[in-house]
């Protein structure tokens, strides 16, 4: 199977692209960027009839953005240095990325800054739907079909101000046939069902249940589980699997009276029932339930063609197979399009191609109709999402497992302006990259922190509560059964250090845990701020009068501050790694 | 109900045994009451100590991550004929850790023709749910699920 690592590798060969240094030959592919064209971001070995292209985790991100990957990406022994946990360098050997090229900046944060300059801005749906459109012309569109694994209407400032409308539109735009969902729920189940009645996709999902007892829709599917398409002259069935854990992973009351969940037993019926009844040429699953759940998923359910999946916002330049079952994901805001090429014969899959196309917005035209909307959809929320809060003196990244800057920042702004011993901000994997020295935007900080559920609560906790609290969410993060993560990262911490073994028992991982440099005592209380998450629910004499939305306070700290200096000194030590990105093994 | 068919199915295990165990449990924890029973002595209750075997008949379906700890769906499924002369006589679900271990008891006769029991349970904490089984050839069978209660957070 061919990938772009090595159509790079071929293109460079064939454009002579080969320079020499110090007297060796050395190739240099997708090094230069004035060298790489749109062509060679096209190029595909194409096979069969049907092509689907594959989106994830948007992020509602539609205009261009920089992302930088996680430098450290920690999880179970047995699970450290597989697909889905894989960053940096291990990230880099197991694909054999070519350093400092585009692939490698897209796909790693190594030299992510140099990078960014050569190489700029990612993602956009007026650059995605030139490439989108130049498939189609390729294939024929009617043999085209355009998947979203969901959390696509959420993440920024355009898609809370619109309620997620301004996301609709665009994937109206982009022509997206099929989605499921995650932080689509967060605008409550009303709103969604709205939304869905603007959106020209199919929305499927076959875990999402009435849990009401009173209700009509009890022990019913809310949607549709599956979808039948015809591609090319083959029946596809797609089965839907929205986030599993929604409900637990966000507040419970949008959902209120449906019930989420892996149903693997349901979700087996479903692909019994599309090949028995239906007669399907192939299944496909569209999921949202994360990439190492779904390899998981992929060995327990059986007869599963392809699993499109997302959550975790992993690139993954190649498939893996399981079972039979060929499993991708197409990394996150809208940095890349996965298109993968199916050869259907004699009503079964034959073969196929896969290639996860990075959407370099350099290097891939913007389609001017995208502009035009992007444009339209931001214009009643210029003036406020364009003011220049301060500037930043190093880079401002979210993800890694424990520590990231512009996480690092939200927590400076919460102590400063709630005077607490602890802040606790979320570990979600979405957000935005500020490189050195630029302007931080108020759209940056919804690019962050844009929730409908914004507040930050200031509240009591007892010392051996918070002990408990971390060791319970480093379980849900770290558990060595991938079906028990709920795959976000840790939640980030202000004012606390500790030590990790991540290997421990639950219960065990945490070691000298430090509130304001002095050991955690146990009996002690201590202030908490807190917001995304659950954890006001646990405390006790919550400070009304200090509630307050995080992007406000986020946004007066860095007009206070003017140029914020956040360190990449991390507050977490990994006590059974050496490095943030091991290999298989736990070797770096 | 529940409570009431329980009790009344711990004296049948007790008569039907006619082993002194339970009631010498009964005995030395009389103060605390039938529910602050550990889960090993309200098996022992049930069993009479006979061997509980794991069994792959016994099809305990819970979820991984409780949506809610307060009302966790649980569905027991047994394999078995449900004829006079095999059939599943009960099935009790427990909670390992909760402070009060059991959580229903379900007395069963031929005549319901299938061994299913669908129903709620309230978890504390994560922990392992158990269903027991009991045939009627005097066996008894067991499945365990972990089912993980947090208070969640993360994106």
């Given at each position: 199977m061919d990938i772009s690592r090595r159509d790079f590798m071929q293109i460079a060969a064939a454009l002579g692209l080969v320079t020499v240094a110090n007297g060796c030959a050395t190739t240099v592919p997708g090094r230069n960027p004035a060298a790489i064209g749109a062509k060679d971001l096209y190029n595909f070995n194409a096979t069969g009839k049907v092509t689907l292209l594959h989106m994830c985790d948007l992020h509602a991100h539609i205009k261009p953005l920089y992302w930088r990957e996680p430098s450290t990406l920690i999880s179970a022994p047995n699970l450290v240095g597989t697909p889905g946990f894989l960053c940096g360098e291990s990230f880099s050997k197991h694909y054999g990325l070519e350093p400092s090229s585009l692939d490698a900046y897209f796909d790693t944060h190594m030299d992510f800054e140099a990078l960014a300059k050569k190489f700029g801005k990612m993602g956009g749906i007026a650059h995605m739907k030139t490439l989108i459109d130049e498939i189609k012309r390729q294939r024929g569109a009617e043999n085209v079909m355009f998947l979203d694994s969901g959390d696509t209407w959420q993440g920024t400032g355009v898609a809370l101000k619109t309620r997620g409308e301004a996301i609709v539109k665009a994937q109206n735009y982009l022509g997206v046939d099929v989605m499921v969902g995650h932080w689509e729920f967060t605008y409550g189940k009303e709103r969604v069902q709205e939304l869905i009645g603007k959106l020209d996709a199919k929305f499927i999902s076959q875990n999402v249940v009435g849990d009401?007892?009173?209700?009509?829709?009890?022990?019913?599917?809310?949607?549709?589980?599956y979808t039948i398409e015809e591609r090319g002259g083959a029946k596809i069935g797609i089965i839907g699997q929205s986030f599993p854990f929604t409900s637990t992973a966000n507040p419970k009351e949008f959902t209120q009276g449906w019930s989420f969940g892996l149903r693997l037993e349901t979700l087996q019926e479903y692909v019994n029932e599309l090949r028995k009844e239906h007669k399907v040429d192939c299944v496909v699953v569209l999921s949202h339930d994360g990439f190492s759940v779904d390899q998981e998923v992929a060995r327990k359910v059986h007869g599963i063609d392809f699993i499109l999946s997302g959550h975790t916002h992993d690139p993954s330049p190649k498939p893996i197979t399981i079972n039979g079952t060929a499993i991708v994901i197409a990394g996150s805001h809208g940095k890349y399009i996965g298109r993968l090429d199916i050869d259907i014969q004699d009503h079964k899959v034959k073969g196929y191609e896969y290639k996860l196309i990075p959407i370099a917005s350099n290097i891939i035209p913007a389609d001017p109709a995208g502009v035009k909307l992007v444009n339209e959809l931001y214009a009643p929320f210029d003036k406020e999402f364009n003011e220049v809060l301060g500037q930043t003196k190093g880079t401002l990244y979210k993800r890694d497992t424990f520590h990231s800057t512009f996480d690092q920042l939200i927590n400076d702004a919460i102590m400063d302006e709630m005077t607490c011993d602890i802040s606790f901000t979320p570990g979600y994997r979405w957000g935005t990259t500020v490189l050195a020295g630029d302007d931080i935007l108020m759209d940056n900080v919804y690019e962050m922190c844009g929730i409908t559920y914004p507040n930050v609560y200031t509240f009591e906790l007892q010392g051996k509560r918070i002990a408990q609290l971390l060791e319970d969410i480093a379980d849900n993060v770290f558990n060595a059964n991938p079906l028990y993560q709920q795959g976000g990262d840790m939640s980030r911490l202000g004012g606390v250090t500790y030590s990790i073994t991540v290997g421990a028992k639950a219960g065990e991982r945490i070691s000298k845990l430090m509130i304001g440099g002095k050991p955690l005592d146990p009996n002690k209380t201590y202030i908490v701020s807190s917001w995304g998450g659950n954890l006001q629910s646990a405390g006790e004499n919550l400070q009304e009068d200090k509630i307050r939305a995080i992007y406000d306070v986020t946004r007066d700290y860095i007009r206070r501050k003017k140029v914020v200096d956040v360190s990449n000194t991390g507050n977490v030590t990994l006590l059974d790694y050496d490095c943030g990105c091991p290999a298989k093994g736990g070797g770096c | 109900m529940k409570r009431r068919s329980f009790l009344r199915g711990l004296g049948l295990a007790a008569a039907a045994s006619t082993v002194v165990v339970p009631s010498m449990v009964m005995a030395a924890e009389a103060p605390k009451g039938p529910n602050a029973f550990s889960i090993d002595a309200a098996v022992q209750a049930i069993t009479g100590g006979k061997p509980v075997v794991a069994s792959p008949k016994v099809h305990l379906k819970a979820p991984e991550i409780a949506e809610n700890g307060a009302v966790v769906p649980v569905t027991i499924e047994v394999d078995s004929p449900m004829t006079e002369d095999d059939y599943v006589k009960a099935i009790h679900v427990f909670a390992t850790k909760n402070s009060n271990v059991r959580c229903a008891d379900v007395m069963l006769t031929p005549a319901n023709g299938k061994a299913m029991l669908a129903t709620r349970v309230k978890l504390g904490t994560s922990q392992d749910v158990m269903a027991l089984i009991e045939t009627s050839k005097g066996e008894f069978l067991s499945a365990s699920q972990n089912v993980k209660v947090t208070i969640g957070g993360c994106g």
């Open positions: 009401d007892p009173f209700a009509d829709e009890y022990e019913e599917l809310i949607f549709e589980p | -």
